[in-house]
């Protein structure tokens, strides 16, 4: 029962008076305190109350039998429940891999020591002996025990960094330095590119920032175990592989690690075993067994479980083999943009001549602090170029989603994308190709500001896409995305290019995403936060090649699923393929 979304004062209680199951003159749906609860011991799932109910605030799931008595923890009366955890060894880096809302961070605030397991008992919480009884005969039960008794150091770093300048006050050099208890602060800020930023204050850094700056603080703490939640998010590529390497370094000290990731390139790099996470979003998660790195991920791709004989997607992921064939709907360049330059202090960038064409998406990637959302904010006409004239002034209708976007809307999501997007709103197409694959439907009734961060992505991204424009631009879409939004994005992307005839720009971090997003890409080179190139678009193919033999890495393609993995540095098809120069695409 959605209490926010339930209006009792505005109904007659229809589902509460046309509810059958009456036990003792208790109805399986009542009201304390003007706030709805579903008796689920009383409740049969028939769903006449969901038919019932004119707000749609109540939706009924039933869970699979066998996890009776499986329960770890939950919420509330009709809240989340997580169904078992994940079982972390080490001397092992355990990768969490499954949809946002469906219990990855309770998981790792529960091994954290920051959400004491109820084992379902909301309203009775059981006290620790109870919980270390209850995982008798796992390694959960010594490592509760162990955390109960405070004899178990946890480190953990959050999801959302954005949030770390609100509590942590000082310079990068000062905060790192109260925390090295290794004595390792040099090699890590080395190893994580940190040495720029020392002397700055933590409220001025860029998300990207934040998150090695979060990583490093992490890593330099002495303790037993440590947790990484989404460790990857605002990092590009070269980035997440270092920070990848720094993390797997704690192996060496035989330390618990355990990492919650959404890019499986940097997942498969990083992780020696995998938990898949799998329910319903919001209603329940269950966490599968431990599985090897490549047979978890696939398992996740192609939604079964052979050991619990358990299909929880009904199609499998499935990825390009070869890149997709560039086809514009003409040949006629929309927008041409001559050589164009911009400064900001210290920083330079250089942006060479180019074109896009009607109907074609072109792909954004370089490293941080490069100049890729200068060059989206020349062409969404929100910046003037030092040097050269702004392509779009004047000639065409802009729709941009900005990289950190803005919670200031006083209003409901419907009020939003109903504002933006006009009469399209109550189109059957608008419904099919926008709100639908992005699952907003569920979200109508909410406040923009109670939003979290993937809500909020999705939201943007519906709004940008809602917007009569001619050019799209969107700054790093797929942050705080799962896997599958991520994939959804960029099919949403694409349908709508082709269906309205429009072009786009979109900036990405995600190797794969870009793989499915773009038919060019424009590679951004040079020494970040000091002088950057923009090169004009290239082919797809070239410019994976282009990008990657910059960043020094190399991709294969996995057997069964034909997902992009990384290759080990200097492993024998890591050096056969920068030899033939095919760094993503081996022919």
């Given at each position: 029962?959605d209490?926010?979304?339930?209006k009792p004062?505005?109904?007659?209680?229809a589902?509460?008076?046309f509810?059958?199951?009456?036990?003792?003159?208790?109805?399986?749906?009542r009201?304390?305190?003007?706030?709805?609860i579903i008796?689920?011991v009383?409740?049969?799932?028939?769903?006449?109350?969901v038919k019932?109910?004119?707000f749609?605030a109540?939706?009924?799931v039933n869970v699979p039998?066998?996890?009776?008595?499986?329960?770890?923890?939950?919420?509330?009366p009709?809240a989340?429940?997580?169904?078992r955890?994940?079982?972390?060894s080490?001397?092992?880096?355990?990768?969490l891999?499954?949809?946002?809302?469906i219990g990855?961070?309770?998981?790792i605030?529960?091994?954290?020591?920051?959400?004491?397991?109820?084992l379902e008992?909301y309203?009775c919480?059981p006290d620790?002996?109870e919980?270390?009884?209850?995982?008798?005969?796992?390694t959960l039960?010594?490592?509760?025990?162990?955390?109960?008794?405070?004899?178990l150091?946890?480190?953990h770093k959050?999801?959302?960094v954005?949030?770390?300048?609100?509590?942590?006050?000082?310079k990068?050099?000062?905060?790192?330095?109260?925390v090295d208890?290794k004595g390792?602060?040099?090699?890590?800020?080395?190893?994580l590119q940190l040495?720029?930023?020392?002397?700055r204050?933590?409220?001025v850094l860029?998300?990207?920032e934040l998150?090695r700056?979060?990583?490093?603080?992490?890593?330099?703490?002495e303790?037993?175990?440590y947790?990484f939640?989404?460790?990857?998010s605002?990092?590009?590529?070269?980035?997440?592989?270092?920070a990848?390497?720094?993390?797997?370094?704690?192996k060496?000290?035989?330390?618990?690690?355990v990492?919650?990731e959404?890019?499986?390139a940097?997942?498969?790099?990083?992780?020696d075993?995998v938990?898949v996470?799998?329910?319903k979003p919001?209603v329940y998660g269950?966490?599968s067994?431990v599985?090897?790195v490549?047979?978890?991920?696939?398992i996740?791709l192609?939604?079964?479980?052979?050991?619990?004989?358990m299909r929880?997607?009904?199609?499998p992921?499935v990825?390009?083999?070869?890149?997709?064939?560039s086809?514009p709907l003409?040949?006629v360049p929309?927008?041409?943009w001559?050589?164009?330059?911009?400064?900001?202090?210290?920083?330079t960038?250089?942006?060479e001549?180019?074109e896009i064409k009607?109907?074609?998406v072109v792909?954004?990637?370089?490293?941080n602090g490069?100049?890729k959302?200068?060059?989206i904010?020349?062409?969404?006409?929100?910046e003037?170029p030092?040097q050269g004239?702004s392509?779009t002034?004047?000639?065409?209708?802009?729709s941009y989603k900005?990289q950190?976007?803005?919670?200031d809307?006083?209003?409901?999501?419907?009020?939003?994308?109903?504002?933006i997007a006009k009469e399209k709103?109550t189109?059957?197409?608008?419904?099919?190709e926008?709100?639908?694959?992005?699952?907003?439907?569920p979200?109508f009734?909410?406040?923009?500001?109670?939003?979290?961060?993937?809500?909020?992505?999705k939201?943007?991204i519906a709004?940008c896409l809602?917007r009569?424009a001619e050019?799209y631009?969107?700054d790093?879409p797929?942050?705080?995305?799962?896997v599958?939004e991520r994939?959804?994005?960029?099919?949403?992307?694409?349908r709508v290019?082709e269906?309205?005839?429009?072009?786009a720009?979109v900036v990405e971090h995600d190797i794969?995403a870009?793989?499915?997003?773009?038919?060019?890409l424009?590679i951004?080179?040079?020494?970040?936060g000091?002088y950057g190139v923009?090169?004009?678009p290239?082919?797809?193919?070239?410019g994976?090649?282009m990008?990657?033999?910059?960043?020094?890495?190399t991709f294969?393609r996995?057997p069964?699923?034909?997902?992009?993995?990384v290759n080990k540095?200097?492993?024998?098809?890591d050096r056969?393929?920068?030899?033939?120069g095919?760094?993503?695409?081996?022919?």
């Amino acid at each position: 029962m959605d209490a926010d979304k339930c209006k009792p004062e505005k109904c007659d209680r229809a589902c509460y008076r046309f509810c059958p199951q009456v036990r003792s003159k208790v109805e399986a749906i009542r009201f304390e305190g003007g706030r709805p609860i579903i008796s689920e011991v009383l409740c049969s799932g028939c769903g006449i109350c969901v038919k019932k109910c004119p707000f749609k605030a109540i939706s009924i799931v039933n869970v699979p039998e066998e996890l009776k008595g499986q329960c770890v923890h939950r919420f509330g009366p009709n809240a989340f429940k997580l169904f078992r955890l994940p079982v972390p060894s080490p001397g092992m880096v355990l990768g969490l891999v499954g949809q946002n809302g469906i219990g990855k961070s309770t998981a790792i605030k529960i091994l954290s020591g920051e959400i004491k397991p109820n084992l379902e008992r909301y309203d009775c919480p059981p006290d620790w002996p109870e919980i270390i009884q209850y995982f008798r005969g796992s390694t959960l039960q010594a490592y509760f025990q162990k955390l109960s008794e405070k004899k178990l150091r946890v480190v953990h770093k959050p999801q959302y960094v954005d949030k770390i300048p609100r509590v942590v006050r000082g310079k990068v050099g000062e905060v790192l330095e109260r925390v090295d208890e290794k004595g390792r602060l040099n090699y890590v800020v080395e190893k994580l590119q940190l040495k720029t930023v020392l002397d700055r204050p933590l409220d001025v850094l860029s998300g990207g920032e934040l998150q090695r700056v979060a990583i490093a603080a992490a890593v330099c703490r002495e303790a037993d175990v440590y947790l990484f939640d989404e460790p990857s998010s605002y990092l590009d590529v070269k980035q997440r592989l270092e920070a990848a390497k720094v993390i797997r370094g704690l192996k060496e000290e035989n330390k618990i690690i355990v990492v919650a990731e959404h890019d499986l390139a940097v997942l498969d790099y990083l992780s020696d075993q995998v938990c898949v996470f799998y329910g319903k979003p919001g209603v329940y998660g269950i966490v599968s067994n431990v599985h090897g790195v490549r047979v978890g991920i696939n398992i996740y791709l192609d939604g079964f479980i052979p050991d619990e004989n358990m299909r929880f997607r009904k199609e499998p992921i499935v990825f390009h083999v070869k890149p997709p064939i560039s086809n514009p709907l003409t040949d006629v360049p929309v927008l041409r943009w001559p050589e164009m330059s911009k400064s900001y202090g210290g920083f330079t960038l250089k942006i060479e001549p180019g074109e896009i064409k009607l109907g074609e998406v072109v792909g954004i990637l370089g490293p941080n602090g490069i100049g890729k959302t200068t060059f989206i904010k020349i062409l969404a006409g929100i910046e003037k170029p030092d040097q050269g004239s702004s392509p779009t002034e004047d000639r065409l209708r802009v729709s941009y989603k900005p990289q950190y976007i803005s919670t200031d809307y006083e209003g409901t999501v419907e009020e939003l994308l109903r504002q933006i997007a006009k009469e399209k709103f109550t189109s059957s197409w608008y419904q099919t190709e926008i709100i639908n694959p992005l699952n907003l439907g569920p979200l109508f009734d909410r406040d923009v500001k109670s939003l979290s961060g993937g809500e909020l992505q999705k939201v943007a991204i519906a709004a940008c896409l809602s917007r009569e424009a001619e050019l799209y631009l969107l700054d790093e879409p797929s942050a705080y995305l799962d896997v599958e939004e991520r994939l959804a994005m960029a099919r949403i992307i694409r349908r709508v290019v082709e269906d309205r005839c429009v072009t786009a720009f979109v900036v990405e971090h995600d190797i794969i995403a870009q793989d499915f997003i773009a038919d060019r890409l424009m590679i951004f080179t040079g020494t970040p936060g000091i002088y950057g190139v923009a090169k004009s678009p290239t082919t797809l193919l070239d410019g994976m090649n282009m990008f990657l033999k910059e960043m020094g890495i190399t991709f294969r393609r996995d057997p069964d699923t034909k997902r992009p993995r990384v290759n080990k540095e200097d492993s024998r098809l890591d050096r056969l393929q920068k030899s033939i120069g095919q760094y993503y695409y081996v022919e």
